[in-house]
Structure formats: C-alpha cells, structure tokens
C-alpha cells in the first residue's frame, strides 16, 4: 500500500479541493454590493414609524393573511425548473456582450478608488507585502534550522517549521498591511487576494506534509516494494503539480468573483467569470483522467469519464446544483473516503498504539475519519436539497422525507463506528492469549471470555441493528411506541410457533450461566462429543477428534460430560501371572510412576504420579492389578502410553509376565491313535 499511498493522496485531494472551493464559489455568485442608506433618511424613517397615527393607519391597511396555496404537483415542479434554466441560459447569454462594457466601467472604478490616479498601486502592494512575509519566513526558517546540530529531522518538528513559517508569513504579511490606513475597496481587494496567496500555500504545504508522510511508510515498510521509488517520485510530482494548479485556480477564482460585483461588475456576468474558471478546473480534471500516472483504465472508459466532467460542467452552466452536487458526490466521494482512509491508516499505523484505548483509538481514526468525509458531504447536499425535494414532493411530508433520509445515513454512519469499535475490542481481547506462567484462574478467565465475547458480539449486532431501524424509523415520521407494541404481541405469538428455537436459545443461555463448557474444552452428550469450537446463539460447534463437526441446538444437549476441566483420573486395569511377584510389580510400577513424574516432558501436566492400588481381583488366567494416574485433562493419554512401555520393559528384566488367555486341548488314546493313522494315509495319498 505504501507506493500507491501518494496516488491516493493525490486523488483525494484533486477530489476534497474541488468540493470544498466550489462552495465558495457558488456562495460568491450572489454576492451584491451593499447599498448604503443615508443615516438622516433612516433616522425619519424610524420617526415616521413610531407615530401613533401612523401606526392606526397601518393596522387598518394591513390585509387578512391569505391561505397558503396548494402545493404544486410534480409536473408544476419540473416545469419551474425548466423555466428557471431557460431563464438562467438566457440571462448568461445576454451578458456576455455586456462583458467589454463593465470591464470598461470596472476599470474606471478601480482608477478612482483604488489606485488613487496611481496606475499598479494594487500590484506594488502586494509585492511589498509578499517580500515582508517571505523574509519574516526565511528568518523563522534560518533559526528553526540553527537548532539541528545533527542534521536530522523530526516528522514532527517538520510540520511544527512549516506552521510557523507559514504563521510568520500570514501574520507579518497581513500586519503590515493594516498597520496603515488604507480606503474600504483597497483594502478589501488586498486582503483577500493576499488570504488567497497563504491558502494555496496552505494547500501546497499540507500536500508536501502527505507525500513526506507516504514516503516515510514506504522506507519504513519492511514489505516487498511493488513499483520502483523512481514511479512513486514521479506520481509524486504529477499529483504536487496538478493540486497546486486546482487549488490556484479555485482559490484566486473565488477571490475574483468575490471582488467582481463590488467593482461594479453585475451578477450575470460574475457567474460567467464563475462559470469560465470552472472551464479551467475542467480541463485540469480532464488532463488528469488521461495522464495520471499509475492509469490502468481503457481508453474507453477514460473517454466517459472526459463526457461525464463535461456534463458535469453544462449542468452547472444549467443551474442544477442539486444535479451537479449528486453528479461530484459520485464520482469523488468514493475516491475521497479511500484516500482520507489511507491517510487516517497510515497516522494510526505510525501512532504505534497499543493495548485496548489503542485499538479503539486506531479503528475511530480510520473508520471515524471516513465517516466524517460522508458526514460532511451528507449534511451539505442536506443543505441543498431539503427545499427543492420538499416542493418536489409536496409541502411539508417532502421535506420530512428528506430530512429522514439524510439523517439516516448520519444515523447508520455512528452505528458503523460503533459496531467496528466493539468488534475491533472484542478481537483484540479473544486474541490475548495468556501467558505460559499464568495461572489457573487467568487461564480459565481466559476461556470463559472466549466463550462469551463471541455470543456477546452477536447480541450487541442485534442490538445496535434494532436501535439503528427504530431511530430511523422515528426520523421518517414513523410512530416507534405503537410498533414496539405490536412486535412484543408478535413476538409472543412466534414463541409459541417455535418452541424450539426459544428452547435452543434459552437453553444455551443457562449453559452459559452455569458454565458447563468453554471454547476449546472437549465434551461428550449422548452420541455427541467433541472440540468446542464456536457458538451461535441457538447451537454449538463440536470438532470430532476424527474430524467430523457436529452443529448441535443447545437444547438436544442434555446432560454434559466436560472432559477437560480441572484434572483427570485414569484408571488402569493389568494382568500378570499367578507366579508373579506382586510385591516387585508394585515397587516397579511406583518407581515408574515417580520417573515419569519428574520428566519434563510431563512434570507440568502431572498432579499425582502413576501408582498401584492394589489387587483388583483373581482372573481365570492371572492377577489383575489396577493402578491410577491423575493428570491434566487431555495429557494422560501420552502419559499412559510411555507408562506402558517402560512396565513392559521392567516386568521382562524382573521376569514378571503378562498374564494371557489360553486353551488347553486334551484328547483320549484311541482318538490319537486315528488321527495318526489318517495322517499317514494322506501322506501316502499325496
């Protein structure tokens, strides 16, 4: 991910910067010049109003309010707005030939209240005030550098020198312009061409302080790079180069058709100046779906991308900003979540977090981050279409409509972080296994958690899911309290039509209470027995030692056998002849018990050493002897298996045997006899 980190940097900031900058174009559009009222006008006005007679008079001419008109149906609507777009078309059309006209009287206005008869007066400023700010920066610059004797630099106190640079030129820049009087129309023509110069630095800084950032992960990244560091330095520069031309034709765009109408210049042809510098950041975007490094589109597509930004533009010429704002949603925001999730991964990932705040902490950076980009786009096309979607569908039920909608994408984005942050904690707590030193209580708190997180994962998902539909619900205009009734009356109804899922449920809801078993403990119900693997909240997963799983309803179970709780006593039964000593086999068995006991392949899973207990009883062909072990539960079987062996071997060297099962065949004289004399006959037969 590391050498595509600066693509996605690049696409997400050619994507967050076009959003962000057409808001301030679209809001300088309509911007007017203020029309000042004379202070004595006003002053007889408010006199005129607080007369008495006056006042009497009004009330009597004041008309009945009227009833609000029906609202209109939707072919109304669509016609309005088509006769808005005609009038919006013509209405650019007929300004253009006005343009040399306003240029002209514009150009007279910034002579006489600008320049002052001083022709390049703005321009003198501001290139004084630029050269202030930059040897202010370069000073801050030079005694920030002084300070590393070794030549090395912090990520860290990089951005806090850019900052302060950056802070040094503002404030000495911007100071020493309002330290003297200026006249209103200079200084607003200053100030805000100047604010536009810092906030493309701004913007080349911030894209600088991501590319560093993407460059550091790949050096550190101990993966497989998968594209030279010549490739990642040339997306670099495309990316640095293409952002800085957006951002400058947005932001000295926005300062030009913000100043425009206060030189005179009408609103007509403010948004034609508006509208060309969109033409502007649409051949930059068409540039860039053609030329981006990295590309691996077909030129088909790359052709519908190119029509698309085109119609995007038209339907902004159209006055459709809903349209346009949907239209740029779909083709940026994707592209803006992924590239703000990168950036929020690689933060969180150089953070170096740890334990469970560390855990919460990276999963409400990444995913929050994302939802904040899907938040702020939501509540902006909120902004936009709440009133024309409200006269779409009629009065106030449109609006509410819309309303709900929007905030029930607000409503499922909380729920996501909250569902991602307590999946990510219960993931993190199952994955801490304990240590080889712990004891048993740690060991079996361990297990226990294990078992429950999982069902508690489950339940919250329900739950956070039910929440989720009943707030949205509720935003929509939906009634909740008479629904939460008539669910709890079927839910009733459907306990009674399934008896047995509420029996598996509230069965394994008892086996959890009681803890009858854990996740990785063998057990055995009836013909069942096996692993404990996973749970659901209606049945259990057994692993057979063969292999087979069994998926078992918590209610089939029955009766438990936990086989692997606590400690295990295996009872072993043997046998050795009557002429055995039984004294030695006892004293060998309780030597080879004492062997195994401080081997330390067994040591730690033996609780007490294999011994004999005696004799059991007198068999047809032997003694039988029984001896004991107790174990930790599943270690006994190898236990066992080396205790076999080394009795086989010390029974053979103290002649002690094995006693086994045997026959005895007698037979009489006469029937010896035959059975000689028919052998002799085959044998002269063959």
């Not at 343009?99 to 008869?117: F, H, K």
């Not at 560093?212 to 497989?224: I, M, Y």
């Not at 034609?272 to 981006?292: D, K, S």
């Not at 981050?369 to 979607?389: E, N």
């Given at each position: 991910m590391s050498n595509a980190l600066p693509i996605r940097v690049g696409i997400l900031l050619s994507a967050v910067l076009p959003i962000f900058f057409w808001v301030l174009l679209g809001t300088s559009w309509a911007q007017q010049p203020p029309v000042d009222v004379p202070p004595e006008k006003a002053r007889q006005f408010l006199n005129l109003l607080s007369d008495p007679e006056v006042k009497v008079w009004l009330e009597g001419k004041v008309p009945?309010?009227?009833?609000?008109?029906?609202?209109?149906?939707?072919?109304?609507?669509?016609?309005?707005?088509?006769?808005?777009?005609?009038?919006?078309?013509?209405?650019?059309?007929?300004?253009?030939?006005?343009?040399?006209?306003?240029?002209?009287?514009?150009a007279s206005v910034v002579t006489r209240d600008v320049n002052s008869g001083r022709p390049g007066l703005v321009v003198l400023i501001l290139t004084v005030l630029i050269v202030v700010g930059f040897g202010a920066e370069w000073l801050v610059r030079r005694t920030l550098a002084s300070g590393d004797s070794d030549g090395t630099v912090d990520p860290g106190q990089a951005v806090l020198s850019e900052v302060a640079a950056l802070l040094t030129f503002a404030l000495a820049s911007i100071g020493s312009f309002l330290a003297f009087e200026w006249p209103p129309l200079l200084r607003r023509i200053v100030l805000t061409t100047l604010l536009a110069f810092i906030a493309v630095r701004v913007v080349r800084a911030i894209v600088k302080l991501l590319f560093g950032l993407a460059g550091a992960e790949r050096r550190t990244s101990q993966e497989t790079p998968t594209a030279p560091p010549v490739a990642s330095e040339i997306a670099q520069h495309f990316w640095f180069r293409r952002v800085s031309l957006i951002a400058g034709f947005l932001l000295f765009g926005w300062a030009l058709v913000s100043l425009m109408p206060s030189i005179g210049f009408?609103?007509?042809?403010?948004?034609?100046?508006?509208?060309?510098?969109?033409?502007?950041?649409?051949?930059?975007?068409?540039?860039?779906?053609?030329?981006r490094p990295g590309r691996t589109t077909s030129s088909v597509r790359q052709l519908l991308l190119s029509f698309y930004l085109i119609a995007l533009w038209l339907t902004w010429v159209a006055g459709l900003l809903g349209v346009l704002w949907l239209g740029l949603y779909a083709l940026l925001l994707p592209a803006a979540v992924r590239g703000v999730g990168d950036v929020a991964q690689a933060l969180a990932s150089g953070a170096q977090r740890s334990g469970a705040l560390g855990t919460m902490l990276n999963v409400l950076i990444v995913r929050g981050a994302r939802a904040a980009v899907i938040g702020a786009a939501v509540a902006w096309l909120a902004y936009l279409w709440r009133i024309r979607a409200a006269a779409l569908a009629g009065g106030q039920t449109g609006g509410?409509?819309?309303?709900?909608?929007?905030?029930?994408?607000?409503?499922?984005?909380?729920?996501?972080?909250?569902?991602?942050?307590?999946?990510?904690?219960?993931?993190?707590?199952?994955?801490?296994?304990?240590?080889?030193?712990?004891?048993?209580?740690?060991?079996?708190?361990?297990?226990?958690?294990?078992?429950?997180?999982?069902?508690?994962?489950?339940?919250?998902?329900?739950?956070?899911?039910?929440?989720?539909?009943?707030?949205?619900?509720?935003?929509?205009?939906?009634?909740?309290?008479?629904?939460?009734?008539?669910?709890?009356?079927?839910?009733?109804?459907?306990?009674?039509?399934?008896?047995?899922?509420?029996?598996?449920?509230?069965?394994?809801?008892?086996?959890?209470?009681?803890?009858?078993?854990?996740?990785?403990e063998y057990i055995q119900s009836g013909s069942y027995k096996g692993t404990v693997e996973s749970f659901s909240l209606r049945s259990v997963r057994l692993r057979h030692h063969r292999g087979p799983i069994f998926t078992v309803p918590f209610g089939e179970l029955g009766a438990i056998q936990n086989m692997s709780?606590?400690?295990?006593?295996?009872?072993?039964?043997?046998?050795?002849?009557?002429?055995?000593?039984?004294?030695?086999?006892?004293?060998?068995?309780?030597?080879?018990?004492?062997?195994?006991?401080?081997?330390?392949?067994?040591?730690?899973?033996?609780?007490?050493?294999?011994?004999?207990?005696?004799?059991?009883?007198f068999g047809d062909s032997g003694i039988a002897l029984r001896m004991k072990l107790m174990t930790k539960p599943g270690m006994q079987f190898g236990i066992k298996r080396r205790a076999f062996m080394m009795i086989k071997k010390a029974f053979d060297e103290n002649g002690i045997?094995?006693?086994?099962?045997?026959?005895?065949?007698?037979?009489?004289?006469?029937?010896?006899?035959?059975?000689?004399?028919?052998?002799?006959?085959?044998?002269a037969a063959s």
């Amino acid at each position: 991910m590391s050498n595509a980190l600066p693509i996605r940097v690049g696409i997400l900031l050619s994507a967050v910067l076009p959003i962000f900058f057409w808001v301030l174009l679209g809001t300088s559009w309509a911007q007017q010049p203020p029309v000042d009222v004379p202070p004595e006008k006003a002053r007889q006005f408010l006199n005129l109003l607080s007369d008495p007679e006056v006042k009497v008079w009004l009330e009597g001419k004041v008309p009945a309010p009227a009833e609000e008109p029906p609202a209109g149906s939707l072919d109304d609507a669509i016609a309005s707005w088509g006769l808005a777009v005609r009038t919006r078309l013509a209405a650019l059309a007929d300004a253009v030939p006005r343009i040399p006209q306003e240029l002209s009287n514009a150009a007279s206005v910034v002579t006489r209240d600008v320049n002052s008869g001083r022709p390049g007066l703005v321009v003198l400023i501001l290139t004084v005030l630029i050269v202030v700010g930059f040897g202010a920066e370069w000073l801050v610059r030079r005694t920030l550098a002084s300070g590393d004797s070794d030549g090395t630099v912090d990520p860290g106190q990089a951005v806090l020198s850019e900052v302060a640079a950056l802070l040094t030129f503002a404030l000495a820049s911007i100071g020493s312009f309002l330290a003297f009087e200026w006249p209103p129309l200079l200084r607003r023509i200053v100030l805000t061409t100047l604010l536009a110069f810092i906030a493309v630095r701004v913007v080349r800084a911030i894209v600088k302080l991501l590319f560093g950032l993407a460059g550091a992960e790949r050096r550190t990244s101990q993966e497989t790079p998968t594209a030279p560091p010549v490739a990642s330095e040339i997306a670099q520069h495309f990316w640095f180069r293409r952002v800085s031309l957006i951002a400058g034709f947005l932001l000295f765009g926005w300062a030009l058709v913000s100043l425009m109408p206060s030189i005179g210049f009408s609103v007509d042809v403010v948004r034609v100046a508006a509208l060309l510098c969109g033409l502007g950041m649409l051949a930059i975007a068409i540039e860039i779906v053609w030329r981006r490094p990295g590309r691996t589109t077909s030129s088909v597509r790359q052709l519908l991308l190119s029509f698309y930004l085109i119609a995007l533009w038209l339907t902004w010429v159209a006055g459709l900003l809903g349209v346009l704002w949907l239209g740029l949603y779909a083709l940026l925001l994707p592209a803006a979540v992924r590239g703000v999730g990168d950036v929020a991964q690689a933060l969180a990932s150089g953070a170096q977090r740890s334990g469970a705040l560390g855990t919460m902490l990276n999963v409400l950076i990444v995913r929050g981050a994302r939802a904040a980009v899907i938040g702020a786009a939501v509540a902006w096309l909120a902004y936009l279409w709440r009133i024309r979607a409200a006269a779409l569908a009629g009065g106030q039920t449109g609006g509410l409509v819309v309303s709900g909608l929007l905030n029930s994408i607000i409503i499922l984005l909380v729920a996501d972080l909250l569902w991602q942050m307590a999946k990510a904690l219960i993931a993190y707590r199952m994955e801490l296994a304990p240590k080889d030193e712990s004891n048993a209580d740690d060991l079996a708190r361990n297990d226990r958690l294990r078992t429950l997180l999982p069902i508690f994962r489950n339940v919250l998902a329900v739950f956070i899911a039910a929440v989720s539909v009943l707030t949205i619900l509720s935003g929509l205009g939906v009634q909740i309290a008479p629904l939460i009734a008539g669910a709890g009356i079927f839910g009733v109804a459907i306990g009674f039509g399934s008896q047995t899922l509420v029996k598996d449920v509230l069965s394994g809801v008892f086996y959890m209470l009681d803890d009858a078993f854990r996740v990785g403990e063998y057990i055995q119900s009836g013909s069942y027995k096996g692993t404990v693997e996973s749970f659901s909240l209606r049945s259990v997963r057994l692993r057979h030692h063969r292999g087979p799983i069994f998926t078992v309803p918590f209610g089939e179970l029955g009766a438990i056998q936990n086989m692997s709780r606590d400690w295990v006593m295996d009872k072993i039964a043997l046998s050795v002849t009557y002429d055995s000593d039984v004294d030695l086999a006892r004293r060998l068995i309780k030597k080879i018990g004492q062997e195994l006991a401080a081997d330390p392949e067994f040591a730690a899973d033996t609780i007490e050493p294999l011994k004999m207990q005696g004799v059991d009883n007198f068999g047809d062909s032997g003694i039988a002897l029984r001896m004991k072990l107790m174990t930790k539960p599943g270690m006994q079987f190898g236990i066992k298996r080396r205790a076999f062996m080394m009795i086989k071997k010390a029974f053979d060297e103290n002649g002690i045997k094995m006693a086994v099962p045997t026959v005895h065949v007698e037979g009489g004289g006469d029937n010896a006899a035959a059975a000689q004399q028919l052998l002799k006959m085959k044998q002269a037969a063959s």
